[in-house]
């Protein structure tokens, strides 16, 4: 699956760990300036990404109640969804 450049920030209530068995795109893989961590999911019904970006050696600082949604659509032009509507994520 190609991904659509860009993705929905989904903000949570409280923080989410991805599981320790997670992907790992490395920088170095795809030219890029940080690691992602990436995680299957969907959203929609839709197949899914969820993205969690970290840089190596570094103390993680990313706000973990935001999950960064990939897929091969700009989401906000196909479903239309707006600032603080809910939205059910299936972790896969």
Do not use: W
């Not at 795109?25 to 929609?44: H, T």
């Not at 906000?76 to 600032?83: G, L």
């Amino acid at each position: 699956m190609k991904l659509f450049p860009g993705t929905l920030n989904v903000h949570l209530n409280q923080a989410y760990e991805l599981p320790s068995e997670t992907l790992c795109l490395r920088k170095e893989e795809y030219g890029g300036e940080v690691s992602v961590k990436i995680m299957p999911c969907r959203i929609f019904g839709r197949k899914a990404f969820i993205l969690r970006p970290y840089r190596d050696n570094v103390e993680d600082n990313c706000d973990k109640r935001v999950l960064e949604i990939a897929t091969d659509i700009k989401l906000r032009d196909a479903y239309h969804p707006m600032d603080g509507d809910l939205v059910q994520i299936e972790v896969q």
